[in-house]
């Protein structure tokens, strides 16, 4: 069942301590300036409470008019056993909003400086690319207005979320070109801003998705990633990236290896009693 804070409290919340008492921040954490640090995104996936449903892949597609063939968030299925005895695990994912984003770094135009408005309306200047870059808040931003085509990014990333979106048309292609602009999950951050958990949050009808601020240790997500310390997991955690998106509960003891051998594989890796 939905808690009131996933669902009610986000579209109900006008002002900053609104969304502060929606994520579970304290006031005090809420009104902070995010351009000064005070909110630092965080997404956890209780792959426990993930039935493969594909809830959060269609409503996101419906939010942000994702075209066929792309996706900014997605579900793996992994199945295990023989017959009778089968038995299926999924594994949610998006983009992981990194700390270290390789996507950024390989992004081919300018160093600039972003103008970034946070939630109390202060307005402070952050270093990224023309195309992308990150903001004080985490989230990783593409401009595509900036983005010449070029799918250098797509190339970096190790997780594979970005993609070329069929419908927007980059905004610095190369002379006599026309090339699609590169896209990806941003976690809604038009719903965030607004107080609005992201589409996929407000869908999943198992509670397996919850986004909120890691730099207050009283925020839901901080609470649950100390509870389950001992089952927390990241993907591609070599790769040095420091992903933000955390997996807990999942049914396969090596979730990163499950998802860089790919999905439907049968029988290869160990599943928690």
């Known amino acids: 069942m939905k808690t009131e804070s996933s669902r009610r409290d986000f579209v109900k919340v006008a002002s900053v ?7 579970g921040l304290s006031t005090a954490t809420a009104q902070a300036d995010t351009t000064q640090g005070g909110i630092r995104w965080g997404f956890l ?11 959060c892949v269609v409503a996101c597609k419906t939010e942000h008019a994702v075209p066929l063939g792309a996706f900014r968030c997605a579900v793996s299925e992994y199945e295990y056993g023989s017959f009778p005895n089968t038995r299926r695990a999924y594994t949610p994912t998006l983009c992981n909003q990194c ?8 992004c081919p135009t300018d160093a600039v400086e972003h103008a970034v408005v946070g939630m109390n309306g202060t307005e402070v200047k952050v270093e990224g690319k023309a195309a992308t870059f990150k903001r004080p808040d985490g989230i ?15 190339e970096a990333c190790p997780y594979g979320v970005r993609f070329r979106h069929k419908g927007i048309l980059a905004g610095d292609p190369p002379p006599d070109k026309e090339l699609e ?58 790769k040095d990236t420091s992903p933000q998106c955390f997996y807990v509960r999942a049914e396969v003891k090596n979730l990163d290896k499950a998802f860089r051998d790919g999905e439907n594989q049968r029988d290869r890796y160990d599943l928690e009693s």
Request: charged share 25%; proline share 4%; with cysteine.
């Open 45 to 55: 996936m209780d792959a426990h409470r993930c039935k493969g449903c594909l809830a």
């Open 140 to 154: 990783v931003q593409v401009d595509h207005s900036k983005c010449t085509g070029c799918g250098k990014c797509i």
């Open 99 to 106: 700390d270290k984003p390789a996507c950024v770094e390989a």
């Open 17 to 23: 301590g609104g969304v502060g008492a929606a994520l």
């Open 181 to 238: 602009a590169i896209d990806k999950c941003d976690w809604c951050a038009h719903r965030l801003e607004k107080g609005v958990v992201p589409s996929c949050v407000n869908t999943c009808p198992g509670s397996a998705r919850l986004i909120g601020n890691l730099n207050d240790p009283d925020s839901e997500i901080s609470k649950r990633l100390a509870e389950h310390k001992d089952s927390v997991q990241v993907l591609l955690e070599d």
